[in-house]
């Protein structure tokens, strides 16, 4: 017997678009553009930029909880 596993969470999503575009008469373009809307009411910043690694620790507790690499180990072959 074969179950596939549903993931409630990726459900609800997946029921909150379909209300969203039931919301904008089925209207894709009209839905992102209601989405945009809300997002620039919310007040919440917009990360425009992709993720970029940091090459220090901005905290203390960062580096605690990073392991300690030795520096030799990633030296090139001499």
Do not use: C, K, Y
Not at 40 to 60: D, L, N, Y
């Amino acid at each position: 017997m074969s179950s596939t596993f549903v993931d409630p969470v990726v459900s609800e999503i997946h029921m909150v678009r379909v209300a969203m575009l039931d919301e904008a008469g089925g209207d894709i373009d009209l839905m992102m553009r209601q989405v945009a809307e809300r997002q620039s009411r919310s007040g919440h910043p917009i990360i425009t930029q992709p993720f970029q690694r940091r090459t220090e620790q901005s905290h203390p507790r960062e580096a605690a909880a990073t392991p300690l690499m030795n520096s030799e180990s990633h030296a090139p072959p001499a």
